[in-house]
């Protein structure tokens, strides 16, 4: 099941599935601070990729230790179909006290910004935190969608950007906020 919207000359899709067999110029990951692949739906992309991500993934905590709660950094994707793996990391849910909305809001900027610099054209999103990291997912799917849909109004260069969901309530979220903002 898929279903589509367009932001200027972007098409949003929201679809149920598999983020590693998306076919998309770049999957982002949501990774751990440690970037050395964990549950979820991180260690579905470390599995499918291989061993390549994991290198790419040391070389990044040689360079700078990691990575912060809502940066994002590169990787080459490895056996994936993608060219590149973006890695961000989603905040722990503690309450909505620690910032985590904000934070959140940032793994879908910076990866924005990442995926242009990289000039993909197309990039598939997990539900990121919604897992193990427990972030209300409606409040997850609201940020989500609005800080897709308010970078797309601004930049232009992506030719689709696709929501991958895991389970039949994050895609009916999804689904409903896209309806909700187009």
């Not at 900027?109 to 197309?122: H, I, P, V």
Request: proline share 2%; charged share 20%.
């Amino acid at each position: 099941m898929m279903t589509e919207f367009k932001i200027r000359d972007t098409l949003l899709k929201v679809t149920k599935g598999d983020i590693t067999k998306c076919r998309a110029d770049i999957i982002v990951n949501a990774a751990n601070t440690s970037l050395l692949g964990g549950g979820g739906v991180d260690g579905a992309i470390h599995r499918a990729g291989g061993p390549e991500i994991l290198a790419g993934c040391m070389k990044i905590r040689n360079q700078q230790g990691g990575c912060a709660v809502g940066e994002a950094v590169y990787t080459t994707a490895g056996n994936l179909t993608a060219r590149f793996v973006i890695h961000t990391v989603g905040p722990v849910w503690n309450e909505g006290k620690r910032n985590e909305r904000h934070l959140l809001a940032s793994c879908y900027q910076n990866t924005l910004e990442l995926a242009l610099k990289l000039q993909g054209r197309s990039i598939a999103y997990p539900n990121i935190s919604t897992g193990i990291y427990r972030f209300p997912k409606e409040q997850a799917a609201v940020i989500a969608i609005l800080t897709v849909t308010g970078f797309l109004e601004q930049h232009e260069g992506f030719r689709e950007i696709i929501f991958v969901c895991f389970d039949d309530e994050n895609y009916s979220l999804y689904l409903n906020q896209l309806q909700a903002h187009m």
